[in-house]
């Protein structure tokens, strides 16, 4: 499966934005979809992960937890990140990931099979 991260920019704090991970292929729906980001001078993060048929089974890292929201829509081929209440810690470049485990290393960006390109997220203050 191929992806393809969208929907970055440059905003201010207290603002929203949506990030679009589209999807390559007809197997989308059997992947589990994250979100990871590199802010700068950082390692990747996890940020968000969402299993194959969504529903409530969804995780959060606590930095992100009630401001970030991940959802997918299979019949589009397409994983959403929305982001409310952005702070200038949020900046940073934005990665879809797509893979089959499910588990207690959700977190682990070794267990994702494919990854999109990214896109920069950049809040000013």
């Known amino acids: 499966v191929q992806l393809q991260a969208s929907g970055g920019g440059l905003v201010q704090a207290g603002d929203s934005l949506r990030l679009s991970c589209a999807a390559s292929?007809?197997?989308?729906?059997?992947?589990?979809i994250a979100w990871f980001r590199q802010g700068p001078g950082k390692e990747r993060e996890f940020v968000a992960q969402?299993?194959?048929?969504?529903?409530?089974?969804?995780f959060h890292t606590d930095s992100v937890k009630g401001r970030f929201t991940i959802s997918r829509d299979n019949a589009k081929n397409t994983a959403y990140l929305q982001m409310n209440s952005l702070k200038p810690e949020d900046t940073a470049v934005y990665y879809c990931?797509?893979?089959?485990?499910?588990?207690?290393?959700?977190?682990?960006?070794?267990?994702?099979?494919?990854w999109g390109q990214g896109t920069q997220v950049t809040v000013s203050s």
């Open positions: 990931a797509a893979g089959r485990y499910y588990g207690d290393y959700i977190y682990v960006d070794r267990v994702y099979d494919y």
């Open positions: 969402i299993p194959p048929t969504g529903g409530n089974m969804v």
């Open positions: 292929g007809r197997t989308f729906g059997s992947y589990v």
